[in-house]
Antibody
Framework: EVQLVQSGAEVKKPGESLKISCKGS????????IGWVRQMPGKGLEWMGI????????RYSPSFQGQVTISADKSISTAYLQWSSLKASDTAMYYC??????????????WGQGTLVTVSS | EIVLTQSPGTLSLSPGERATLSCRAS???????LAWYQQKPGQAPRLLIY???SRATGIPDRFSGSGSGTDFTLTISRLEPEDFAVYYC?????????FGQGTRLEIK
């Protein structure tokens, strides 16, 4: 079974750094792009960017470029999303999702269970 | 960037009825790279339709997608109680990928 398992909920203060993870299993991790999607409280889905774990080719939405860093460690089948200095406005649920096909152009399936990030002083 | 506009914002229907959800793009979606997702409260989204009209694995055939260019539709032929949720369209043919704002399907 293809599965993405994300790290647990985080509570942080403004200005702190954070790295959340997404571990893939049940498939060839290096062959499928993984994307990150933000969902702010009570709001819709926002596409943040994608990474190809095979060679770490990464593409960002202009809205998130420079705000977050997407990375992957193929040796442990894990993708990451990190912040160097969190803001209260980063409070959201973050989902990772695999591309449904081994292509840079594909829908997202399956999805991880989500990681809730709360940033509050 | 392609902006997707979904309508209506909220759709109130009864089980057994037919639901028609719309997704309109600000410019043509290349090669019909348009997907639909369902999200229930407290859950991650689930892929329903990709390529505008292909059902994802395990999706019941009461769900169907159609359209091309800038106008796309998700149809649920006969609503089951478990279908009441929020639905999002997404274009994945050009960067940045983008989602619509969602349509909430609620029980009337």
């Amino acid at each position: 079974e293809v599965q993405l398992v994300q790290s647990g909920a985080e509570v942080k203060k403004p200005g702190e750094s954070l790295k959340i993870s997404c571990k893939g299993s049940g498939y060839s991790f290096t062959s499928y792009w993984i994307g990150w999607v933000r969902q702010m409280p009570g709001k819709g889905l926002e596409w943040m960017g994608i990474i190809y774990p095979g060679d770490s080719d990464t593409r960002y939405s202009p809205s998130f470029q420079g705000q977050v860093t997407i990375s992957a460690d193929k040796s442990i089948s894990t993708a990451y999303l990190q912040w160097s200095s969190l803001k209260a406005s980063d409070t959201a649920m973050y989902y990772c999702a695999r591309h449904a096909e081994p292509s840079s152009i594909a829908a997202l399936a399956p999805w991880g269970q989500g990681t809730l990030v709360t940033v509050s002083s | 960037e392609i902006v997707l506009t979904q309508s209506p914002g909220t759709l109130s229907l009864s089980p057994g009825e037919r639901a028609t959800l719309s997704c309109r793009a600000s410019q043509s979606v290349s090669s019909s790279y348009l997907a639909w997702y369902q999200q229930k409260p407290g859950q991650a989204p689930r892929l329903l339709i990709y390529g505008a009209s292909s059902r994802a694995t395990g999706i019941p055939d009461r769900f169907s997608g159609s359209g091309s260019g800038t106008d796309f539709t998700l149809t649920i032929s006969r609503l089951e109680p478990e279908d009441f949720a929020v639905y999002y369209c997404q274009q994945y043919g050009s960067s940045p990928r983008s989602f619509g704002q969602g349509t909430r399907l609620e029980i009337k």
